[in-house]
């Protein structure tokens, strides 16, 4: 079944607002960007830039680029801005980072140096471990939301842009559960105008960038567009919003692992996985409100893949534990050990060791870059609301409410290149061929 659908073409610039510029994952990826743009680097790790993607069937053997495949914006024509509650240029922040080597941040200093974050919307009870000096202030979190609107209508104006993305790079809030006034988007009106609680400012960031006709992206795990108020906006808009957690180190692993003792019928008794990391991420997440947020985003991962339900003899009662460690000397060289406790054939117990000597944002960066491009790609194709098809950058992946997560990162990867084949009129890939059996069943007509 061929199935194409309307997309309007790439022109013109897009705009990047990141929420949290100065921070190692935006600065990363900015001066990544940057780099490669010049030449000077190669962007490894990025689908939209390396990746290719089956056409036809298997004998055909044609693999086109997926950017040559789907009309994506080109990276040349990203023009990058954001909010942070420090106010330093992108220049300065990626040297405190310290993630790139001096000469990768050299190679575009005037790039970064022009990038200026705009004040922020911050409220020190949302995240404990930092203090805001570069903030906005207003009568009400509305105030601050619309000043957030006029922040993002200046820069489209200021830069000429033909469209723009908004995706939170920020720093982890506290854990938030949805509540009444999130239920609809005019009991959140409402309470922002009351200033509730309940309404974070991610979440005001969010309702801005929607009202604006702008995507928006959290690659954080706070609560923030998960919610039915936001929902409806990104409906109502018809604007696509995806989230939450860019899934880069140990919950990489976890969701390559755990499909695979489940495919064999592997049991398993526990999952202990511990980390150290000393950048600004760690730092806030040694907060126990802002770990929960985080705690809660990767714990929910293994049960959703394992469906301990359906397999009650392998994955019952198995134990989970996660821990992160601040630990300055690493700074963003994260690492992760996983000590994994399984079973074989009547029981026998085997055990699986990880050590993951990682670096996090290097990791995140390209998963940035792929998602500003591909929800630039939904807006432009008219998609709205949660896109599904993400879900493969996301520990915790925002899903529909009449259905289960899927968190397995190959079926994840098939969802989204079936997605972009129908998006342009191509077979979905089944990966089951017109071969000999087949035929002999008399079979093929059907697939
Ligand atoms: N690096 C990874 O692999 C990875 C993976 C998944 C999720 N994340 C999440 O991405 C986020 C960024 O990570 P990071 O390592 O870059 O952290 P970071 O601390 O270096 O950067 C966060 C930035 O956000 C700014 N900020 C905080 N609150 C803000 C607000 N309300 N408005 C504007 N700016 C604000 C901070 O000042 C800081 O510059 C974190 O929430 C982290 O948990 C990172």
Redesign the pocket.
């Known amino acids: 079944m061929k199935n194409s659908v309307d997309i309007a073409p790439a022109k013109g610039k897009l705009g990047v607002l990141v ?2 510029v ?5 600065t990363t990826f900015i001066a990544g960007v940057l780099n490669v743009r010049k030449g000077s680097g190669k962007p490894i790790g990025s689908l939209t830039q390396m990746a290719t993607i089956r056409i036809g069937e298997r004998a055909d053997n044609v693999f086109p680029y997926i950017k040559d495949f789907v009309p994506l914006a080109d990276i040349n024509d990203l023009v990058f801005g954001g ?4 106010n330093e240029n992108c220049y300065e922040a990626a040297n405190v ?1 310290k993630v790139l080597s001096e000469r990768d941040i050299n190679a575009v200093e005037q790039e970064l140096k022009a990038i200026h974050p705009m004040k ?3 409220d020190q009870f949302y ?1 404990k471990r ?1 203090e805001g000096t570069h903030v906005k202030t207003g009568k009400s979190k509305f105030d601050l939301a619309e000043q957030l609107r006029a922040d993002i209508r200046n820069f489209k104006a200021e830069n000429k842009l033909d469209r723009l993305v908004v995706i939170w ?4 809030e506290i854990f938030l559960k949805v509540s009444d006034v999130h239920k609809s988007l005019a009991t959140f009106e409402k309470g922002m105008k009351e200033n509730h609680p309940d309404i974070a ?2 979440m005001l960031y969010a309702y801005a960038a929607l009202s604006e006709g702008v995507p928006f992206i959290n ?3 706070n609560l923030t567009v998960d919610i039915p108020a936001i929902i409806e906006l990104a409906e109502e808009n018809e604007l696509p919003i995806i989230g939450k ?2 899934k ?2 140990q919950t990489l692993l976890k969701t390559v692992i755990a499909p695979m003792l489940k495919a064999r019928m592997l049991g398993l008794n526990g999952w202990f996985s511990s980390n150290i990391l000393g ?3 760690g730092e ?2 040694d907060d126990p409100g802002s770990f929960k947020t ?1 705690e809660e985003s990767k714990l929910s991962v293994i049960d959703s893949i394992l469906q301990p339900e359906l397999y009650p003899d392998l994955y019952k009662d198995y134990y989970h534990k996660v821990k992160i460690h601040y630990y300055p000397p690493r700074g963003d060289n994260k690492e992760g050990w996983d000590n994994i406790d399984i079973f074989g054939w009547l029981g026998y117990p085997m055990e699986l060791k990880i050590n993951f000597l990682c670096r ?2 290097i ?2 960066a390209p998963v940035a870059l792929d998602l500003v491009l591909f929800m630039d790609l939904a807006r432009r194709a008219g998609f709205k609301g949660i896109q599904d098809w993400l879900s493969f950058y996301f ?1 915790s992946p925002m899903h529909l409410p009449e259905a289960v997560p899927e968190n397995d990162l190959f079926i994840q990867l098939m969802k989204l290149k079936n997605t972009l084949r129908v998006m342009m009129g191509e077979e979905i890939i089944s990966h089951v061929e017109n071969d000999g059996v087949l035929s002999s069943l008399n079979l093929t007509d059907s697939i």
């Open positions: 929420v949290g100065d921070g190692a994952v935006a909010w942070d509650i420090r980072a922020a919307v911050f995240v930092l790079a920020g720093s982890t400012p991610s690659g954080a795990p957690d860019f880069t180190g950048n600004r991420d806030v997440l985080k996090d944002s990791l995140a520990k």
